[in-house]
C-alpha cells in the first residue's frame, strides 16, 4: 500500500470530517426546524452531489478556483496561492462533495427528536441555543454519528473530484482511489488488490457500524 497516499487521504477524509460537522449541524438543525418553503431549494442544493457525476462536480469546482475566475483571482490575491492542484484545493472539492453524506443523516437525526421537549425546554426558560446544545444534540447525536462515519468512510474512497481538482500529484493531491488507478494503469494488479481488499474491508465494517448504531438515531 502507497503509505503516503494512506497519510494524505486520512487526513482529507479528517480534515473534511471535521469542518463539515462545523458547517452541517447548524444547516441540519435549521433544514429540520424551518418551516420555510423555499426550504426545498436548499435541500435540492445540498443533495445536488448526490446525482451529479462526480467529474461534473470537479469541473465546476476547478472553473470556479481557477485564475481567469473572479473567485480564483480573489484568493490568489489574499492568500499568494491557487486551490487547484493543492490539498486544500481537494479539500474544498471533499466537503462539497461529501455535504450529502453528512447533512442528510444530521436533518433525519433532529427530525426525529420529539419538539415536546424543545418546547418544554423553552417553557422552562432555556433559550433556543442552550435547548439546542442541551437537548438537541445530545439526543439527536447517535443520528449525528452515522453522519460523520458515513462522511469519513465516504471521503476515504472518494475519487473523480479529487482528480478533477488535484489532479495526480504524489504527496500533494495523490488519495488512495487514485493510486489504485494508477497501480492499475501500471499492471500492478498485485498492489491495486491488497489496497482494495483493505478498502473493501473498511467499508464493510463501516456499514455494519451504521446499520447497527445509526438505527438508534432513527437515521437508518
Given at each position: 500500500?502507497?503509505?503516503?497516499?494512506?497519510?494524505?487521504?486520512?487526513?482529507?477524509?479528517?480534515?473534511?470530517?471535521?469542518?463539515?460537522?462545523?458547517?452541517?449541524?447548524?444547516?441540519?438543525?435549521?433544514?429540520?426546524?424551518?418551516?420555510?418553503?423555499?426550504?426545498?431549494?436548499?435541500?435540492?442544493?445540498?443533495?445536488?452531489?448526490?446525482?451529479?457525476?462526480?467529474?461534473?462536480?470537479?469541473?465546476?469546482?476547478?472553473?470556479?478556483?481557477?485564475?481567469?475566475?473572479?473567485?480564483?483571482?480573489?484568493?490568489?490575491?489574499?492568500?499568494?496561492?491557487?486551490?487547484?492542484?493543492?490539498?486544500?484545493?481537494?479539500?474544498?472539492?471533499?466537503?462539497?462533495?461529501?455535504?450529502?453524506?453528512?447533512?442528510?443523516?444530521?436533518?433525519?437525526?433532529?427530525?426525529?427528536?420529539?419538539?415536546?421537549?424543545?418546547?418544554?425546554?423553552?417553557?422552562?426558560?432555556?433559550?433556543?441555543?442552550?435547548?439546542?446544545?442541551?437537548v438537541a444534540v445530545p439526543l439527536?447525536?447517535?443520528?449525528?454519528?452515522?453522519?460523520?462515519?458515513?462522511?469519513?468512510?465516504?471521503?476515504?474512497?472518494?475519487?473523480?473530484?479529487?482528480?478533477?481538482?488535484?489532479?495526480?500529484?504524489?504527496?500533494?493531491?495523490?488519495?488512495?482511489?487514485?493510486?489504485?488507478?494508477?497501480?492499475?494503469?501500471?499492471?500492478?494488479?498485485?498492489?491495486?488488490?491488497?489496497?482494495?481488499?483493505?478498502?473493501?474491508?473498511?467499508?464493510?465494517?463501516?456499514?455494519?457500524?451504521?446499520?447497527?448504531?445509526?438505527?438508534?438515531?432513527?437515521?437508518?
Amino acid at each position: 500500500m502507497d503509505v503516503t497516499a494512506l497519510w494524505l487521504t486520512l487526513r482529507l477524509a479528517t480534515c473534511t470530517t471535521a469542518i463539515l460537522l462545523v458547517v452541517g449541524v447548524p444547516l441540519a438543525w435549521w433544514l429540520a426546524q424551518t418551516r420555510w418553503s423555499g426550504r426545498v431549494f436548499i435541500e435540492a442544493i445540498v443533495s445536488l452531489p448526490l446525482v451529479l457525476p462526480p467529474t461534473v462536480l470537479g469541473f465546476y469546482i476547478l472553473l470556479a478556483t481557477s485564475p481567469q475566475s473572479p473567485l480564483g483571482a480573489a484568493l490568489e490575491s489574499w492568500t499568494g496561492q491557487r486551490l487547484p492542484f493543492t490539498f486544500w484545493g481537494i479539500l474544498l472539492a471533499s466537503v462539497l462533495g461529501n455535504l450529502p453524506f453528512a447533512v442528510r443523516p444530521f436533518v433525519s437525526a433532529f427530525a426525529s427528536v420529539d419538539r415536546r421537549l424543545l418546547e418544554a425546554s423553552w417553557c422552562l426558560g432555556e433559550k433556543r441555543i442552550r435547548t439546542f446544545w442541551r437537548v438537541a444534540v445530545p439526543l439527536a447525536w447517535p443520528g449525528v454519528l452515522t453522519g460523520l462515519v458515513l462522511t469519513f468512510a465516504h471521503c476515504i474512497g472518494e475519487f473523480g473530484v479529487v482528480l478533477m481538482v488535484g489532479g495526480n500529484i504524489p504527496g500533494v493531491t495523490r488519495t488512495l482511489s487514485i493510486s489504485i488507478y494508477d497501480n492499475v494503469q501500471a499492471l500492478d494488479y498485485v498492489a491495486a488488490g491488497q489496497t482494495s481488499f483493505w478498502l473493501v474491508l473498511f467499508s464493510f465494517v463501516v456499514l455494519c457500524f451504521t446499520y447497527t448504531y445509526g438505527r438508534r438515531g432513527g437515521v437508518v
